[in-house]
């Protein structure tokens, strides 16, 4: 997962403190997620997939598809 978060942010060309502002945290607090020394929220780990535009399987490495999945509409 922490290799997935890094190569994406390297892949859309940002630098970590891109990242950490739109994550309201500190640069420091994202290259701990990116480097595995910290555990990424669920909150987190959600705000990435939709910034990215992929899917948490995708992060979490369950899948090598990087699509998201279809949102389905509200059955109400």
Request: hydrophobic content about 30%; charged content about 30%.
């Amino acid at each position: 997962m922490y290799r997935r978060i890094r190569d994406l942010r390297e892949d859309h060309d940002l630098l970590q403190k891109d990242v950490a502002e739109y994550l309201n945290c500190t640069q420091v607090c994202y290259s701990n997620y990116e480097i595995g020394k910290r555990d990424i929220p669920t909150d987190v780990l959600i705000k990435l997939c939709r910034y990215y535009h992929t899917s948490v399987d995708y992060l979490l490495g369950l899948t090598d598809e990087p699509a998201p999945y279809p949102r389905k509409e509200a059955p109400f």
